[in-house]
């Protein structure tokens, strides 16, 4: 980095902001789950971090980064992150492999700037966290709830929703519920949609209730591109309803999938807006949650069927498991549960609910057993474990983040037994991890060819083939396939992507297609030559045409 380049940087930063060169402090932003720097032979680094305190700021780095675009000895480019936490998809590395990447950290751009409790829309930075919001509800008694996902309590709501994810609460597609964006194109041009310009109000805030605004809808140029960086966003949040219940449909035999998967499709038509998603989990993968691996975490193979079989009967876990939720007022709860029972009576299956009088006995009973006999008897051990895990579902399914799932992050770590688990980091712990993410036709055939396609290629490399679906709409279901690995294993790390390409290469040829992708697999997949990228590298030309903002990011020109 040009010394010269320095205080330009420097000269554009207010005086909590920060420009740092600190190798120490550099690296800590390449640690990711994904084990791209020991697998590829490109080289991915990052010069320098700038860590913002004021959103203005944003614009002055690009108008700086364009006007030394044209001067080869000060020219850099910008990689903005939010809170960095993008684990199995990059974590906080850079997609590109280009010279002079300044890594832009947004994660302390913290301030929830409006929120309307009587519509229930907040406006957020990009650092607001899962944890923050929610602790900013119940500090001010908001009964609403914050859009979570499994990643965790530290992870950014904006980003997430800018990477289209989802979740399990009422509004399940996080940028569906995105009404107001603003932000700044690559070029350093501001945007605001053109309800907001023609608002001539004093508060401007009828922008921040309608997602389609007036014209070309430009907002969704900001989800999964290089095009922009989002300042702040106005989402809509569901509010808690009087009556909850979450439910846990059990299944023994594994050829009960193709008659589950039209219940599940009926449940979500007949009672949409009442039952959120729906996730059918496999064996393997609830056993992930609840088991320790019987092969030592420092092994680099699949589990045996008798050891399957084994850890299934002693921890009662099926071979399918049907995890959903009802919200509504407590009379609609009731109906809706009444159905699901009438809907599911079908099957030979056990119905579990949380608001059943077994669970809530045995969470009373649980507080009064001494922690120290818990300990020394492994079979209440367990059965508290199973508890425990089944009340953090439901606080998910409620709007309140933890890290229940990351647990999943550490199933081949070789030093999982000295993590606390109120702590876990997957990116900082140096967990393996990387994600399939393709979206499935939700049909009962479709669905058993897929997980009949996952179970034959992913034990070919030694990785387990752990198995969700996530029913999104009647008619779309996405799976979400981790590859857990050790990270300190180099066969293991290329045995790892090995076993993502299979699936992702011989899967679109039966049709799964990811709705996301990893940064190693935005350059290597996608087909510049394409109409459609040609088309975004067109509006990459007119919005970046010094090419400055997160180079290689869903471009593969």
């Known amino acids: 980095m040009p010394q010269k380049l320095i205080p330009l940087i420097e000269n554009v930063l207010t005086i909590d902001s920060s420009l740092s060169f600190d190798p120490q402090q550099v690296s800590r932003f390449m640690l990711g789950t994904e084990g791209l720097t020991c697998f590829e032979n490109k080289q991915r680094s990052i010069f320098a971090v700038i860590t913002l305190t004021q959103s203005h700021e944003i614009k002055a780095l690009l108008d700086l980064a364009n006007h030394c675009a044209t001067d080869e000895e000060l020219a850099f480019s910008l990689y903005p992150?939010?809170?960095?936490?993008?684990?199995?998809?990059?974590?906080?590395?850079?997609?590109?492999?280009?010279?002079?990447?300044?890594?832009?950290?947004?994660?302390?751009?913290?301030?929830?700037?409006?929120?309307?409790?009587?519509?229930?829309?907040?406006?957020?930075?990009?650092?607001?966290?899962?944890?923050?919001?929610?602790?900013?509800?119940?500090?001010?008694?908001?009964?609403?709830?914050?859009?979570v996902t499994g990643a965790g309590p530290d992870c950014s709501i904006?980003?997430?929703?800018?990477?289209?994810?989802?979740?399990?609460?009422?509004?399940?597609?996080?940028?569906?519920?995105?009404?107001?964006?603003?932000?700044?194109?690559?070029?350093?041009?501001?945007?605001?949609?053109?309800?907001?310009?023609?608002?001539?109000?004093?508060?401007?805030?009828?922008?921040?209730?309608?997602?389609?605004?007036?014209?070309?809808?430009?907002?969704?140029?900001?989800?999964?591109?290089?095009?922009?960086?989002?300042?702040?966003?106005?989402?809509?949040?569901?509010?808690?309803?009087?009556?909850?219940?979450s439910f846990f449909i059990q299944m023994e035999d594994d050829a009960l999938l193709e008659q589950a998967v039209p219940l599940i499709r009926q449940v979500l038509q007949d009672y949409e807006g009442i039952v959120g998603s729906i996730n059918l989990m496999d064996q393997r993968r609830l056993l992930s949650m609840f088991a320790k691996n019987p092969n030592g975490n420092d092994v680099h193979q699949v589990m045996e069927n008798q050891d399957i079989e084994r850890l299934a009967k002693e921890l009662q876990a099926p071979n399918w498991t049907i995890v959903g939720s009802i919200y509504g007022s407590v009379g609609v709860v009731k109906a809706v549960k009444k159905e699901i029972n009438r809907i599911f009576k079908q099957l030979p299956c056990k119905r579990i609910y949380s608001n059943s009088l077994i669970?809530?006995?045995?969470?009373?009973?649980?507080?009064?057993?001494?922690?120290?006999?818990?300990?020394?008897?492994?079979?209440?051990?367990?059965?508290?474990?199973?508890?425990?895990?089944?009340?953090?579902?439901?606080?998910?399914?409620?709007?309140?983040?933890?890290?229940?799932?990351?647990?999943?992050?550490?199933?081949?770590?070789?030093?999982?037994?000295?993590?606390?688990?109120?702590?876990?980091?997957?990116?900082?712990?140096?967990?393996?991890?990387?994600?399939?993410?393709?979206?499935?036709?939700?049909?009962?055939?479709?669905?058993?060819?897929?997980?009949?396609?996952?179970?034959?290629?992913?034990?070919?490399?030694?990785?387990?083939?752990?198995?969700?679906?996530?029913?999104?709409?009647?008619?779309?279901?996405?799976?979400?396939?981790?590859?857990?690995?050790?990270?300190?294993?180099?066969?293991?790390?290329?045995?790892?992507?090995?076993?993502?390409?299979?699936?992702?290469?011989?899967?679109?040829?039966?049709?799964?297609?990811?709705y996301r992708l990893n940064i190693d697999q935005q350059q290597w997949l996608l087909n510049k030559d394409s109409d459609f990228w040609q088309t975004v590298n067109k509006i990459k030309g007119s919005l970046d045409p010094h090419n400055i903002l997160s180079q290689g990011r869903y471009n593969p020109s």
Request: proline share 5%.
């Open 359 to 514: 669970i809530v006995v045995a969470n009373k009973v649980i507080k009064y057993i001494p922690s120290l006999l818990i300990n020394k008897v492994p079979p209440l051990s367990v059965a508290v474990e199973q508890l425990d895990s089944f009340n953090k579902g439901k606080e998910i399914m409620l709007g309140k983040p933890n890290k229940v799932a990351l647990k999943l992050a550490y199933w081949r770590h070789t030093e999982t037994a000295g993590f606390d688990k109120n702590e876990l980091s997957p990116g900082k712990d140096g967990c393996g991890l990387l994600w399939y993410a393709p979206l499935i036709t939700m049909k009962a055939k479709k669905m058993r060819e897929f997980v009949e396609f996952v179970r034959a290629t992913c034990p070919k490399y030694n990785i387990e083939p752990f198995i969700t679906f996530t029913n999104l709409k009647h008619d779309c279901v996405d799976s979400t396939i981790p590859i857990v690995f050790d990270l300190g294993n180099p066969q293991a790390v290329a045995d790892a992507h090995d076993c993502l390409k299979a699936l992702v290469t011989e899967g679109l040829k039966k049709g799964f297609v990811p």
């Open 81 to 147: 992150i939010s809170t960095g936490k993008n684990w199995g998809y990059g974590t906080s590395q850079p997609a590109g492999t280009a010279k002079n990447i300044i890594l832009l950290d947004l994660g302390q751009l913290t301030d929830i700037k409006h929120f309307d409790s009587e519509l229930g829309l907040v406006t957020i930075e990009p650092g607001v966290t899962q944890q923050q919001l929610c602790d900013y509800l119940q500090l001010h008694n908001h009964d609403y709830m914050v859009p």
């Open 158 to 245: 904006l980003a997430n929703a800018l990477e289209r994810g989802y979740g399990i609460t009422p509004y399940t597609d996080h940028f569906a519920a995105v009404n107001s964006i603003q932000g700044y194109w690559a070029n350093g041009t501001p945007y605001q949609s053109a309800v907001n310009e023609l608002d001539a109000s004093d508060d401007k805030f009828v922008d921040k209730t309608f997602k389609w605004g007036l014209g070309p809808y430009l907002e969704g140029l900001f989800t999964q591109s290089n095009l922009g960086i989002v300042s702040q966003m106005t989402i809509r949040l569901a509010k808690k309803k009087a009556g909850f219940t």
